[in-house]
């Protein structure tokens, strides 16, 4: 397989001595399903925005595709060409993610970037605006748009740039049931086609679901785990630790007893 | 345990309020601002005269239409303008008295209240018809409020023409058609979209303060309040505009917006240039050769 980004003792500190991510070594190939789990203010996102070349180590080095991310390689603009072009990042907050004047704007965003000809956009941006089923969104300014269709907008703006690697932060959030499915029919097609997927997440169920590999970062912003996700889900102790993961007691089935709770994580006796 | 006072239906009829809080009062007035632009994109994309035009002739001719108002010197002239911004409008399906009503609230308003110094004797020596010694109001000063006045409601009824009748997205395409730089056409973008954004934030807040209020707080706990969530607001737009920024990286921003819009001018759009060339040196002329200095 062959190894698109290599992370080796990262450290990412916002001022001096707050970490957001502290030593963190990681290796990610291509084709890989992979899902960072972690509490709030683990490190997530900024690990995230790390692998898009958004923020930049503090100390040790972030390897993508052979070329070491830093600020200044990015200003080489060949070489930010092809990053960007193989590198697509989906936003938490769709929001932010969408600031052109309509949906086809935003779609078409990525490619003129990326300096396509104008058939080759307009071809990609009907295309993935059939496969996400967008096209009656596509005239229509974002700010009208609600909560779903936001998002939906905001992962076609990504794939209409043909990434390998498509990196989301916390994709289910804010998802209705419905949009939660499609997303995660979206996922399982980029699984089908060999492309890398990280998502960033606390919700345990969506991660077991869609990938097969999970990395845990725990609150002192290091990684503590990395396994199969039934390896990981197994190690209950560690998920209480990191804040995963919590224990109350309660009536379930007629009897009250007691275990462990997380987003999605299914009840043990089901 | 929930106390007895929170339980629902016990029975006791509500208190009506007196009056509306400041955070309702608020949130009222951002969710009315929210529903007039989206009111705004519901008339730019009916059918009418403004709507059918290419939206670069059309900036271009209501640009010299406010040009030339700005020009004119007669009050006549000038209200004949206005009303012509009124014929457009109710030819563009605007219905004309919401139109007026915009018009005169805002920028009649305005030009009102900037050209009052203007009628006094102090600023505007003639004839006085209110004799109040320095500050008696002149003909001669009514007269100056009365073109500036007009002038400024003219010129705002063009304006809010175009803003009516043409989609954003259009306008935005209009400027960069016109070869605005890029960096201004996109920050337009941008603009437009966080302030929605922030509006609703904003109403968010207030509402959510007005639901764990028990009366309408005094002015000057609501002055303090509204002063923090200002700042509060602020530092968030700031944020905003950083992720925005990086989420533009992500997707390959290296500083030019290329757009894929080819706009086409028709034969339909020729002639309203031509008309409304004509139109403002027929109205230069009726200004300075008929009408009375």
Same mark, same amino acid.
């Given at each position: 397989?062959?190894?698109?980004?290599?992370?080796?003792?990262?450290?990412?500190?916002?001022?001096?001595?707050?970490?957001?991510?502290?030593?963190?070594?990681?290796?990610?190939?291509?084709?890989?399903?992979?899902?960072?789990?972690?509490?709030?203010?683990?490190?997530?996102?900024?690990?995230?925005?790390?692998?898009?070349?958004?923020?930049?180590?503090?100390?040790?080095?972030?390897?993508?595709?052979?070329?070491?991310?830093?600020?200044?390689?990015?200003?080489?603009?060949?070489?930010?060409?092809?990053?960007?072009?193989?590198?697509?990042?989906?936003?938490?907050?769709?929001?932010?993610?969408?600031?052109?004047?309509?949906?086809?704007?935003?779609?078409?965003?990525?490619?003129?970037?990326?300096?396509?000809?104008?058939?080759?956009?307009?071809?990609?941006?009907?295309?993935?605006?059939?496969?996400?089923?967008?096209?009656?969104?596509?005239?229509?300014?974002?700010?009208?748009?609600?909560?779903?269709?936001?998002?939906?907008?905001?992962?076609?703006?990504?794939?209409?740039?043909?990434?390998?690697?498509?990196?989301?932060?916390?994709?289910?959030?804010?998802?209705?049931?419905?949009?939660?499915?499609?997303?995660?029919?979206?996922?399982?097609?980029?699984?089908?086609?060999?492309?890398?997927?990280?998502?960033?997440?606390?919700?345990?169920?969506?991660?077991?679901?869609?990938?097969?590999?999970?990395?845990?970062?725990?609150?002192?912003?290091?990684?503590?785990?990395?396994?199969?996700?039934?390896?990981?889900?197994?190690?209950?102790?560690?998920?209480?630790?990191?804040?995963?993961?919590?224990?109350?007691?309660?009536?379930?089935?007629?009897?009250?007893?007691?275990?462990?709770?997380?987003?999605?994580?299914?009840?043990?006796?089901? | 345990?929930?106390?007895?006072?929170?339980?629902?239906?016990?029975?006791?009829?509500?208190?009506?309020?007196?009056?509306?809080?400041?955070?309702?009062?608020?949130?009222?007035?951002?969710?009315?601002?929210?529903?007039?632009?989206?009111?705004?994109?519901?008339?730019?994309?009916?059918?009418?005269?403004?709507?059918?035009?290419?939206?670069?002739?059309?900036?271009?001719?209501?640009?010299?239409?406010?040009?030339?108002?700005?020009?004119?010197?007669?009050?006549?002239?000038?209200?004949?303008?206005?009303?012509?911004?009124?014929?457009?409008?109710?030819?563009?399906?605007?219905?004309?008295?919401?139109?007026?009503?915009?018009?005169?609230?805002?920028? +009649? #308003?305005? *030009?009102? !209240?900037? &050209? $009052?110094?203007?009628?006094? @004797?102090?600023?505007?020596?003639?004839?006085? =018809?209110?004799?109040?010694?320095?500050?008696?109001?002149?003909?001669?000063?009514?007269?100056?409020?009365?073109?500036?006045?007009?002038?400024?409601?003219?010129?705002?009824?063009?304006?809010?023409?175009?803003?009516?009748?043409?989609?954003?997205?259009?306008?935005?395409?209009?400027?960069?058609?016109?070869?605005?730089?890029?960096?201004?056409?996109?920050?337009?973008?941008?603009?437009?979209?966080?302030?929605?954004?922030?509006?609703?934030?904003?109403?968010?807040?207030?509402?959510?303060?007005?639901?764990?209020?028990?009366?309408?707080?005094?002015?000057?706990?609501?002055?303090?309040?509204?002063?923090?969530?200002?700042?509060?607001?602020?530092?968030?737009?700031?944020?905003?505009?950083?992720?925005?920024?990086?989420?533009?990286?992500?997707? +390959? #921003?290296? *500083?030019? !917006?290329? &757009? $894929?819009?080819?706009?086409? @001018?028709?034969?339909?759009?020729?002639?309203? =240039?031509?008309?409304?060339?004509?139109?403002?040196?027929?109205?230069?002329?009726?200004?300075?050769?008929?009408?009375?200095?």
């Amino acid at each position: 397989m062959t190894v698109q980004f290599a992370l080796t003792g990262v450290r990412h500190e916002y001022r001096p001595g707050v970490y957001a991510l502290d030593g963190v070594d990681l290796t990610i190939e291509a084709g890989e399903h992979i899902a960072l789990v972690g509490a709030n203010g683990s490190g997530k996102s900024t690990l995230l925005k790390m692998l898009d070349g958004l923020v930049f180590p503090s100390a040790g080095t972030c390897m993508a595709f052979g070329h070491e991310l830093t600020e200044d390689a990015l200003e080489n603009p060949e070489l930010r060409r092809d990053f960007r072009s193989r590198v697509g990042f989906v936003f938490q907050d769709a929001d932010v993610q969408l600031f052109c004047a309509t949906s086809f704007d935003e779609l078409a965003f990525g490619p003129l970037q990326l300096g396509l000809a104008e058939d080759e956009v307009r071809r990609r941006v009907a295309e993935v605006a059939g496969q996400l089923r967008i096209e009656g969104l596509l005239d229509r300014p974002p700010y009208t748009l609600s909560g779903g269709e936001k998002k939906r907008v905001a992962i076609a703006s990504v794939l209409t740039m043909q990434p390998q690697v498509l990196l989301m932060d916390e994709p289910t959030n804010a998802l209705d049931p419905r949009s939660q499915v499609w997303l995660l029919d979206v996922l399982e097609e980029w699984r089908a086609a060999g492309r890398t997927v990280v998502i960033a997440t606390h919700d345990l169920s969506a991660a077991e679901e869609t990938c097969q590999r999970m990395v845990v970062l725990s609150e002192q912003h290091r990684i503590c785990a990395d396994g199969t996700p039934s390896q990981v889900l197994a190690m209950r102790d560690l998920l209480l630790e990191v804040n995963l993961i919590h224990e109350h007691a309660h009536r379930h089935r007629g009897s009250a007893h007691q275990h462990p709770h997380g987003h999605g994580h299914l009840h043990p006796q089901e | 345990m929930i106390p007895a006072f929170a339980h629902i239906g016990d029975g006791s009829p509500r208190r009506p309020r007196s009056h509306r809080s400041l955070a309702r009062r608020t949130a009222e007035t951002i969710r009315q601002a929210v529903a007039e632009v989206l009111e705004n994109d519901e008339i730019s994309a009916a059918p009418g005269l403004m709507q059918r035009l290419d939206p670069r002739i059309k900036l271009i001719s209501i640009v010299l239409f406010a040009v030339t108002a700005s020009f004119i010197q007669s009050v006549w002239v000038l209200l004949a303008c206005v009303v012509a911004t009124a014929g457009l409008a109710a030819a563009s399906g605007i219905g004309v008295g919401s139109f007026s009503r915009k018009v005169w609230a805002s920028a +009649g #308003f305005f *030009g009102l !209240m900037l &050209s $009052l110094p203007a009628t006094t @004797a102090w600023i505007s020596p003639g004839p006085a =018809l209110v004799p109040l010694g320095p500050l008696s109001i002149t003909s001669t000063g009514l007269l100056v409020a009365a073109r500036l006045t007009t002038r400024v409601a003219a010129g705002a009824g063009f304006g809010m023409l175009v803003v009516w009748t043409t989609r954003w997205t259009d306008i935005l395409q209009a400027l960069t058609a016109m070869h605005l730089p890029d960096v201004i056409v996109a920050t337009l973008a941008m603009t437009q979209q966080q302030i929605m954004s922030l509006l609703r934030t904003v109403e968010n807040m207030h509402l959510a303060r007005e639901s764990r209020m028990l009366s309408a707080g005094t002015a000057a706990d609501n002055r303090s309040w509204v002063t923090e969530r200002i700042a509060f607001t602020a530092k968030k737009s700031i944020k905003t505009a950083d992720d925005v920024y990086d989420a533009m990286l992500a997707r +390959g #921003f290296s *500083g030019a !917006m290329p &757009s $894929l819009v080819r706009l086409h @001018a028709v034969t339909r759009d020729w002639v309203w =240039l031509a008309a409304s060339v004509t139109a403002s040196v027929v109205l230069l002329g009726i200004d300075r050769v008929l009408m009375p200095r």
